[in-house]
T-cell receptor, first 113, second 113 residues
Framework: AQSVAQPEDQVNVAEGNPLTVKCTYS??????LFWYVQYPNRGLQFLLKYITGDNLVKGSYGFEAEFNKSQTSFHLKKPSALVSDSALYFCAVRAYNNNDMRFGAGTRLTVKP | SQTIHQWPATLVQPVGSPLSLECTVEGTSNPNLYWYRQAAGRGLQLLFYSVGIGQISSEVPQNLSASRPQDRQFILSSKKLLLSDSGFYLC????????????FGSGTRLTVV
C-alpha cells in the first residue's frame, strides 16, 4: 500500500525568501507523485507531477519539485516566496498499477510580508 | 476541455435529515470518480471511488453511500445525517490509464446542526 508523509504541519517564510515543503513517500514499484494547493473553502488545484524522466519538475506559479528515489522524497520548492503563496499544500502518491491516490496530511504555508 | 461540477457549495442540514451531493464531469468518458472528506481544513479522507457505472468501492464504512447512475455522475448520499458528518466534501475525477492525477471540484461545505 502507498503512503505519504508531510513532516511539517506548518511552514513560515518571509516574502522573497526561498521555500521548501517536504514530502516523503512509500510505494511498491514506480511512483507517480503530485503536489496540490488548496486555498480556503476551495477545491485542490494541481501544481505539478512527476511521472518519469527528469527528476526536477516545474509546475504552476513558479513552483518546482525534485524527485529523489534514494531518499523517497519529493520536496516542493520555490526560489522566492510570495504572500499569495500562503495556502495548504498536499503531496500525493499513486502506484503505477493502482487506481487511487494517497494524500499527505497537508502543510500550511504562511508567507509573511 | 474537461470540467467538473459539484453542488451545492454550502449546505446546512439538521441531524437525522437525508443528504444528496452531486458531482458531474464534462468532456471525458469513463473517468474514475472519487469522493473525499476533509475535516478541519486538513487531511483528505477517501470515502468512495468508482471505476465505472454501478461500480462503487467504499474505503470507510459509515452512514454514507455513493452511487454512479451515469458515466459522468457521482452522487454521495445519506439517509440520516450525524453531527460527525460535518466537513468539506470534495469530488474528483481522473482519466483512466497511467500518469494522470486528479482534478477536483470546488467542494461542498456541509454543516450538520
Amino acid at each position: 500500500a502507498q503512503s505519504v508523509a508531510q513532516p511539517e504541519d506548518q511552514v513560515n517564510v518571509a516574502e522573497g525568501n526561498p521555500l521548501t515543503v517536504k514530502c516523503t513517500y512509500s510505494v511498491s514499484g514506480n511512483p507517480y507523485l503530485f503536489w496540490y494547493v488548496q486555498y480556503p473553502n476551495r477545491g485542490l488545484q494541481f501544481l505539478l507531477k512527476y511521472i518519469t524522466g527528469d527528476n526536477l519538475v516545474k509546475g504552476s506559479y513558479g513552483f518546482e519539485a525534485e524527485f529523489n528515489k534514494s531518499q523517497t522524497s519529493f520536496h516542493l520548492k520555490k526560489p522566492s516566496a510570495l504572500v499569495s503563496d500562503s495556502a495548504l499544500y498536499f503531496c500525493a502518491v499513486r502506484a503505477y498499477n493502482n487506481n487511487d491516490m494517497r494524500f499527505g496530511a497537508g502543510t500550511r504555508l504562511t508567507v509573511k510580508p | 476541455s474537461q470540467t467538473i461540477h459539484q453542488w451545492p457549495a454550502t449546505l446546512v442540514q439538521p441531524v437525522g435529515s437525508p443528504l444528496s451531493l452531486e458531482c458531474t464531469v464534462e468532456g471525458t468518458s469513463n473517468p474514475n470518480l472519487y469522493w473525499y472528506r476533509q475535516a478541519a481544513g486538513r487531511g483528505l479522507q477517501l470515502l468512495f471511488y468508482s471505476v465505472g457505472i454501478g461500480q462503487i468501492s467504499s474505503e470507510v464504512p459509515q452512514n454514507l453511500s455513493a452511487s454512479r447512475p451515469q458515466d459522468r455522475q457521482f452522487i454521495l448520499s445519506s439517509k440520516k445525517l450525524l453531527l460527525s458528518d460535518s466537513g468539506f466534501y470534495l469530488c474528483a475525477w481522473r482519466e483512466t490509464g497511467a500518469g494522470y492525477g486528479y482534478t477536483f471540484g470546488s467542494g461542498t461545505r456541509l454543516t450538520v446542526v
